[in-house]
């Protein structure tokens, strides 16, 4: 990074981390039901939760929104690198994809540190998988197979989301050649990184077998059960 793509970057960052703390999730629950989706079950604003709270519909919504969330930002800076990209040689200018992967990095901060609601939000598994599919389409299907897979199997949440994230990463890298550059690798890996971090205590249950399964009720101290 020279300093004059600085600047450049440094929106990218901020307008990402923006779209990405809009907390749907709390907002929708609020909105439509008039509770604090955060007083409900594990306490966390994903759509997992969010469907604890009765509302079915309102947790699929949430889903959308904090998918959508996340592939915004990428669309943008994606389609104007395409942009720059088709104004000059391929040899000699080889796209830039570090600028659509940073945008997925932040938007996914975005969810997980809210600005909003004092930096506790969800655990980005949502909206990684927006900014996945705009970024690798071929890779986020796999990893969407692997997550429907373990999930039918286990009905555990966390244990898909957790594989999903960590394959994600080896099929983006096999499947784009414009991704393989150590930036955008990076970048991509640290997304799935941050997602295993945050699922540290539904590994702990998952080992301990008292990981609750998608649908069982666990307490409201519980710290977040496997949620989006």
Partial sequence: MNSESFPYYL???LISYLFG?????????KLFRKQDIRATGSGNIGATNVARSGAKWLAILTLIMDALKGALPVWIYLSYERKIFSTYDFYQFPMNYV???????FAVLGHMFPV???FKGG?????????????APKAILISLGIFLLIFAVTRY?????????LLFPFSAFW??????TWPSMVLVSVISLLIIVKHHANIRR?????EPRFGSSMPASDDNGGEP
């Fill in 11 to 13: 929106r990218i960052a």
């Fill in 21 to 29: 703390s809009i907390p749907f999730g709390y907002l929708l629950v």
């Fill in 99 to 105: 600028p659509p992967c940073l945008a997925a990095l």
């Fill in 116 to 118: 909003w609601l004092k």
């Fill in 123 to 135: 655990k980005g598994v949502a909206t990684a998988m927006g900014v996945f599919a705009v970024l």
């Fill in 157 to 165: 949440v966390s244990f898909g989301s957790v594989a999903s994230s």
């Fill in 175 to 180: 499947f784009y050649e414009p991704l393989r």
């Fill in 206 to 210: 998952l080992i301990n077998g008292t």
